[in-house]
């Protein structure tokens, strides 16, 4: 049974808020070594590690005629429902694409913003304990949104369901490799992987730390790892919440999954209906008990305002509410999904938000996958004779304060201000082409 945890138990909570469910420590030496292998021996190292973690038969990219022959072999209600999965992330991430401005900002000084797609994004697609062509469609559609022109996946074993949301979503070049090691080839390219701009994508531990170890050289999302849910509430179904958290812990044995309630009866009631959905046909053979076992818990708070601010210091991934109100409460959380109705796993899939989300507490300073990680946003300024008249003395003034003179030259010069000249030395005499003529 899930442990009931008071969130008068300081020692308890203090446990459960301070655990670190994918162990960052315990595995970065053995990141680390990969992508140092990737990085030095290139597609030796690949292959090496995608037959030892992945089985890899065959060569590391997929043909095209390869990617089409295997989309062919998806059922056609799964086409069907990646097409229509796809529809709606689409919408969604058009609507998010930054706009074009200019502003007049005084006469004559204009001020335009920019947005340039970026030239090739490499999506990581998860692919060791289930295919997620869910994941390739919400990274891959939105990059394609945003006018991405080269769209690269990597996926270690990717299934006929995930080559058909490749070619829904319009992708260039199929990779059969995952982990830390794909993410070195993304990151610092090799002789058959392209280096890309920026990596996205949700993955494992060992995948999230790859990415956060090689964002110095390389752009990437956010860390997007094992996933979280916190349901936070003091009415609703208990069968339903269960389910919910249930869906989350079904992940990887290093998913967490809380219930905040100030209700003692329904966290008792979610409790039993844990047990009873545990023990159903659907949940043998996944890891939901272990992941609970480890990272679960129901907490019983003194009033619903406690639980929100315990969902707030936690920042979990998916934030599940009874009602709106309670939602706008709790403003840290990467994405939030409000009353009984909106079941958490529709947003995994169809809902058209994006379920690339940030986890171990990085919703603290952003929200999920969005067109704008895919654009470079810059400011063009442009200022006519008239307007370095209006804005150049101030600028200069600035500089001024600053002391940076040159700063100051530069723009007085504008202003018919010749620049400060010193005696020029002269030159030592060369023979020169013109001397000797
Ligand atoms: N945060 C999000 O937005 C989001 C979205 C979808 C999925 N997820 C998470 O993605 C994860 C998917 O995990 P997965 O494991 O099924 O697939 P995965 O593709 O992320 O990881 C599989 C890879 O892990 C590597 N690996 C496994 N064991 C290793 C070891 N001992 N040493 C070195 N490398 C090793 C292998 O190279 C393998 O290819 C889950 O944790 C899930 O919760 C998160
Ligand atoms: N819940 C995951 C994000 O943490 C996304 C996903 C993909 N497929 C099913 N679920
Ligand atoms: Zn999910």
């Not at 970026?118 to 990581?124: F, K, M």
Request: aromatic share 4%; with cysteine; hydrophobic share 45%.
């Amino acid at each position: 049974m899930l442990p009931i945890l008071e969130s008068t138990d300081t020692r308890a909570l203090r446990r459960l808020l301070d655990r670190t469910p994918d162990d960052h420590a315990r595995i970065e030496p053995a990141v680390r070594d990969i992508l140092g292998a990737v990085r030095t021996r290139g597609d030796k190292a690949l292959v090496e590690f995608a037959r030892k973690f992945d089985r890899l038969e065959g060569p590391i990219e997929l043909s095209p005629a390869e990617i089409h022959a295997g989309a062919g072999d998806c059922p056609r209600e799964v086409r069907a429902a990646i097409r229509k999965a796809a529809r709606h992330i689409r919408m969604v991430a058009r609507a998010q694409v930054p706009a074009t401005w200019t502003k007049q900002v005084a006469p004559g000084v204009k001020v335009s913003q920019r947005v340039v797609p970026l030239e090739r994004v490499g999506c990581y697609v998860p692919g060791g304990r289930y295919p997620l062509p869910s994941s390739l469609l919400m990274a891959a559609v939105t990059a394609r949104a945003a006018g991405v022109p080269e769209v690269i996946v990597t996926c270690p074993r990717p299934d006929a369901s995930v080559l058909a949301a490749a070619v829904e979503a319009g992708v260039d070049r199929i990779f059969q490799l995952g982990g830390a090691q794909a993410i070195a080839a993304l990151a610092y390219g090799t002789a058959t992987v392209p280096r890309v701009d920026k990596i996205v994508g949700p993955g494992n531990a060992y995948v999230a730390l790859a990415k956060a170890l090689v964002a110095r050289d390389c752009a990437i999302d956010f860390f997007a790892g094992p996933s979280e849910i916190v349901v936070v509430a003091s009415s609703g179904d208990p069968a339903w919440i269960a389910a919910d958290l249930l869906a989350q812990a079904e992940h990887d044995v290093d998913a967490r999954a809380l219930f905040l309630t100030p209700s003692r009866r329904l966290a008792q009631q979610v409790a039993r209906a844990i047990e009873a959905q545990l023990a159903g046909p659907d949940a043998q053979g996944t890891p939901a008990r272990d992941s609970l076992a480890r990272n679960g818990a129901i907490v019983v708070t003194r009033t619903i305002a406690e639980a929100a601010a315990l969902a707030n210091r936690i920042a979990p991934e998916h934030l599940v509410v009874d009602t709106p109100e309670l939602g706008a409460s709790i403003p840290v959380a990467g994405s939030i999904f409000v009353g009984a109705w909106t079941a958490q796993a529709a947003g995994d899939y169809a809902i058209g938000s994006n379920h690339v989300l940030p986890t171990s507490g990085a919703a603290r300073f952003r929200g999920g996958l969005h067109a704008w990680d895919f654009v470079r946003v810059s400011t063009v300024q442009q200022l006519t004779k008239r307007g370095v008249a209006l804005v150049g003395p101030t600028a200069a003034t600035l500089a001024d304060a600053e002391g940076l003179k040159l700063h100051a030259a530069s723009i007085r010069a504008r202003l018919g201000i010749a620049p400060k000249v010193g005696p020029v030395k002269a030159r030592a005499r060369r023979p020169s082409a013109r001397s000797s003529r």
